[in-house]
T-cell receptor
């Protein structure tokens, strides 16, 4: 079956532009996560959805970051008025269950470069 | 605060060598994950464990709950094992993963 897909794979934005990053999780996976990975670093948590409910958004770095999953499947991470420090790889992951002992399946990531 | 530390940050070895990557975490966990990331590629889950030891092919993961420490071993290493290996944990009641900074492994032929 298909894995987690993300689009676009690469995005170049000028500072101040808005961007939208899409994640298609594995069909039937209840949990969906967004992580941000800076160059040479491990990923860092941004936000978590259980179905359509955003249960944890404690990792979003500012109010310029917004995520949604309106029908409990596809999710979009939106960054408004992008800044250079937003340059990173944005990873989406999904898992079947909702407890903390669940394997997460990762998408290929979207590499965002803000000029 | 839940923190995950890995060592070494970089490791270069010759083909055939036995490899060990270490991971320490600071709080009681629900699960410890070992993941692999190839350059420009996505992240693949290798192991998820909460106790004892797991083996898959040439890869072995162990965890010591009392010492809050886990190791990833690779036997008979091969150049195709070259990648970044990341350890991450999840704590009870929190589904998100907290990641270490990764270990960049290079196996030379």
């Amino acid at each position: 079956g298909a894995g987690v897909s993300q689009s676009p794979r690469y995005k170049v934005a000028k500072r101040g532009q808005d961007v939208a990053l899409r994640c298609d999780p594995i069909s039937g996976h209840v949990s969906l996560f967004w992580y941000q990975q800076a160059l040479g670093q491990g990923p860092e948590f941004l936000t978590y959805f259980q179905n359509e409910a955003q249960l944890d958004k404690s990792g979003l770095p500012s109010d310029r970051f917004f995520a949604e999953r309106p029908e409990g499947s596809v999710s979009t991470l939106k960054i408004q008025r992008t800044q250079q420090e937003d340059s990173a790889v944005y990873l989406c992951a999904s898992s079947r269950g909702t407890d903390s002992y669940n394997e997460q399946f990762f998408g290929p990531g979207t590499r965002l470069t803000v000029l | 605060k839940n923190e995950v530390e890995q060592s070494p940050q970089n490791l270069t070895a010759q083909e055939g060598e036995f490899i060990t990557i270490n991971c320490s975490y600071s709080v009681g966990i629900s699960a410890l994950h070992w993941l692999q990331q190839h350059p420009g590629g996505g992240i693949v889950s290798l192991f998820m464990l909460s106790s004892g030891k797991k083996k898959h092919g040439r890869l072995i993961a162990t965890i010591n709950i009392q010492e809050k420490h886990s190791s990833l071993h690779i036997t008979a290493s091969h150049p195709r094992d070259s990648a970044v290996y990341i350890c991450a944990d999840s704590i009870q009641g929190a589904q998100k993963l907290v990641f270490g900074q990764g270990t960049r492994l290079t196996i030379n032929p």
